[in-house]
């Protein structure tokens, strides 16, 4: 059989193969990145695109935690001091209907409860970072002095909620209008309050006025839980986050990461393969049968 | 016959033939690196004997012809791998352009849609916040910006490749009228008896540099080699040939035409299918389903965003310039619509500080708005696609240049240059003529001994 004289051009192809495989390799070492280009991995790149996605949303969850957790802590601590604010509030009432009090330590009395009122009205327009916590979704100071209401005060906000996306489908409200909180039960923790003041000053109907903060008392309470699950549920969702984040990486190094050992192995593969078929070609292509006619 | 000037005259006539040998191994040897060159070999044949009563005298050697060795199968075998190399070439080479754009990076049209959402969901702790607010359109700017460059690029291609068709056709042409001429050649030199051999080798080589740019099929008719295209089309018929032209249609690009017939569409294999492949399919394919991705997102994302009241409570309006219902154009063209940030609709009760209409627009993020998937996986399926088409491609053009190699090497082992071959011949035939020669000087001798009879 006769042999194909020119195999220079056979050896030249499988040259430029492994001369392909070490650039692939190379890249490969020089990227760290397995998916170069969609075509490295097709399917592999279009899971890449979801995987990104999905990084970029669990970020943007992240970061919606971080923001609300301080505006969350603030609606709950003050929620706190409301607390305490009515707890000092009842035992001023309650040692106001001894009926031992003189009339001159219940007009005292009546004074830390008008106190008691004022910073009672400054806690239900706190804000945070220059917004109202407990307006709704409306913008206005929630609560404004008005002598024409029972109560003397007048709600500017209204009952809106707002949410906050922390996960697929998750949407946690981010705040309770000040309506809910306060003027919910009976007559209100305002009105309540200023119950309290008229009735320690003219010493009629202090029981009524108590049992009112009482349920007032009660309900900010009880409110006050939705705070404490809301910080709850952001903490572990920021765990569960935090884990999926991880996971999410994981899953991006094992689609497009490259496996450096492999990749070094065949870069020396095709090195090797190189030098030998270069070494080769030194050899064999030197003489033929006119050299050796003289 | 059989006298000594007839053996004289032998054996002179075996020194011409020896050297009319040796003149084609040379020939050989000379071209040894010619491309597409095929190797001569020498028919010799003994000459027609004699008869002289019972003896029967044979009249030495006659060189019937200088062949040229080739395998016709091999060589159309090798002209339609070329087609299909020339094909898959311009496929993947294209394609590779394509799909630089949409390779995964921080800044690709993905992880754009994925920032709008995630700017969306900024905005919602905050919803009164005018720099978040700026923040959302400039994201959704954005994704604006992605879809045209995406757009603009790969029309730019498409452009470029309509080129690349323009220049392929010219050559075509060029080559038709090299062959339909060489066919002449071969046509007079073998009516004359002639060798047309070196003619030939010129003929198939034109003719695998045509394989590369069109699908040709040859038929060998009386007055050499026809070539057609396609469906049919004639490119060269004996010595005319028939040039095709080009014609800009009403996509803005060129069509192909034969003697006033288009035959863009028949074109089978060959560099010119490849171009018109990208051109014609993949990247209209391509615009039209980054023209639905942009279409069914800014038609989500409005009509969320219509359910919503903008800061000063008034109802919203389009965030996206609404795309045509046909979404032709929609990526070239998207666009933001609004440009005061207070008038993103991201309250849901017309108070400003609500941010309930927020949540319906960052849920577009995971709804299957364009064409049945979530705008990131129709994406993804993009990706997909382009990377899948040049894995593919280049899958086949591997093969497809592996079997190239055989083919030449077994083309080469039937047509090539073997210098060992050419030197033992050139001793054989060396030797021969010496031996001839040696003939010759002895019969002389005699001669001279026949000539001198009877002087002593």
């Given at each position: 059989m006769r042999v194909n004289p020119h195999y220079m051009t056979q050896i030249l192809e499988s040259l430029a193969q492994t001369q392909q495989l070490e650039e692939t390799a190379l890249q490969q070492m020089a990227s760290?990145?397995?998916?170069?280009?969609?075509?490295?991995?097709a399917a592999g790149a279009a899971v890449l695109t979801q995987i990104q996605d999905k990084t970029s949303k669990t970020d943007s969850y992240l970061r919606s935690i971080g923001d609300i957790t301080g505006q969350l802590q603030t609606a709950d601590s003050t929620l706190g001091s409301v607390v305490t604010a009515l707890q000092r509030a009842i035992t001023l009432g309650v040692q106001g209907a001894t009926g031992t009090e003189s009339d001159a330590d219940r007009m005292a009395l009546a004074q830390e409860a008008s106190g008691i009122r004022d910073s009672l009205i400054s806690l239900a327009n706190t804000s945070f970072e220059g917004r109202f916590i407990f307006s709704g979704t409306s913008q206005n100071r929630p609560y404004a002095l008005d002598n024409t209401q029972a109560s003397g005060v007048r709600y500017d906000g209204n009952s809106g909620v707002n949410h906050v996306t922390i996960g697929d489908g998750f949407q946690l409200q981010m705040n309770l209008p000040g309506a809910q909180l306060f003027s919910a039960t009976g007559p209100g923790m305002f009105q309540a309050i200023n119950d309290l003041i008229t009735s320690l000053t003219t010493d009629t109907g202090i029981d009524a006025a108590v049992t009112s903060l009482r349920a007032s008392f009660d309900h900010v309470t009880a409110q006050r839980v939705f705070y404490g699950n809301a910080l709850n549920q952001i903490e572990s969702q920021q765990i569960n986050l935090s884990n999926l984040k991880l996971q999410l990486s994981q899953q991006e190094n094992v689609v497009a990461g490259a496996d450096l050992t492999q990749a070094a192995s065949q870069l020396v593969n095709a090195e090797n393969a190189r030098n030998a078929a270069l070494a080769a070609v030194a050899k064999v292509s030197?003489?033929?049968l006119f050299d050796f006619l003289r | 016959m059989s006298s000594l000037f007839g053996t004289l005259w032998l054996s002179v006539g075996a020194m011409e033939i020896d050297q009319k040998v040796m003149n084609a191994t040379a020939n050989n040897v000379a071209n040894a690196n010619t491309p597409g060159y095929s190797r001569q070999r020498a028919v010799l044949v003994e000459g027609d004997p004699i008869t002289l009563g019972r003896i029967v005298l044979g009249s030495g050697v006659q060189l019937q012809k200088l062949e040229s060795v080739r395998d016709p199968i091999l060589q159309v075998r090798i002209q339609q791998e070329t087609q299909r190399q020339g094909e898959m070439d311009a496929l993947v080479t294209g394609m590779n352009q394509a799909q630089v754009m949409f390779t995964n990076s921080d800044g690709d049209l993905g992880a754009q849609i994925s920032t709008f959402f995630a700017s969306l969901d900024r905005l919602a702790i905050d919803p009164q916040n005018l720099a978040l607010r700026q923040g959302v359109l400039t994201a959704a700017g954005n994704v604006a910006n992605s879809f045209h460059l995406l757009t603009k690029n790969l029309s730019t291609q498409r452009q470029n490749l309509d080129l690349s068709v323009g220049q392929a056709v010219d050559q075509v042409n060029e080559l038709t009228a090299q062959i339909a001429q060489l066919n002449g050649q071969v046509d007079g030199l073998q009516k004359l008896g002639e060798d047309a051999s070196a003619f030939v080798d010129q003929r198939d080589l034109l003719i695998e540099k045509l394989s590369d740019l069109i699908d040709v099929t040859s038929i060998r008719s009386d007055n050499g080699i026809s070539l057609i295209t396609g469906n049919?089309?004639?490119?060269?018929?004996g010595t005319e040939s028939f040039a095709l032209s080009t014609q800009v249609t009403v996509a803005g690009v060129q069509d192909i035409f034969a003697q006033g017939t288009d035959i863009t569409a028949t074109i089978r294999s060959g560099k010119l299918a490849g171009l018109l492949a990208v051109r014609d399919q993949k990247i209209p394919e391509l615009m039209t389903s980054l023209d639905t991705l942009a279409a069914g997102l800014a038609n989500a994302v409005n009509s969320a965003h219509h359910a919503g009241f903008d800061l000063s409570g008034n109802p919203g309006g389009d965030l996206f310039v609404a795309p045509q219902a046909s979404g032709t154009g929609a990526a070239a063209n998207l666009?933001?619509?609004?440009?005061?940030?207070?008038?993103?609709?991201?309250s849901s009760d017309g108070s400003a500080a609500s941010n309930g209409n927020i949540g319906l627009l960052s849920a577009v993020h995971d709804q299957a708005v364009v064409a049945g998937r979530t705008p990131t996986d129709f994406y993804s399926s993009l990706v997909f696609g382009v990377g899948s088409d040049v894995a593919n491609g280049t899958a086949e053009q591997n093969a497809s240049s592996l079997i190239m190699t055989q083919l030449q090497a077994q083309r080469d082992s039937v047509s090539g240059v073997s210098l060992d071959e050419e030197a033992a011949n050139l001793i054989q035939f060396q030797r021969a003529y010496e031996a001839s020669a040696r003939m010759v000087a002895t019969i002389n001798d005699i001669l001279d001994t026949t000539i001198n009879l009877g002087r002593y």
């Open positions: 760290g990145r397995r998916i170069n280009k969609p075509s490295d991995d030197q003489s033929n | 049919g089309t004639a490119l060269v018929a666009a933001v619509q609004i440009t005061d940030p207070a008038l993103i609709a991201a």
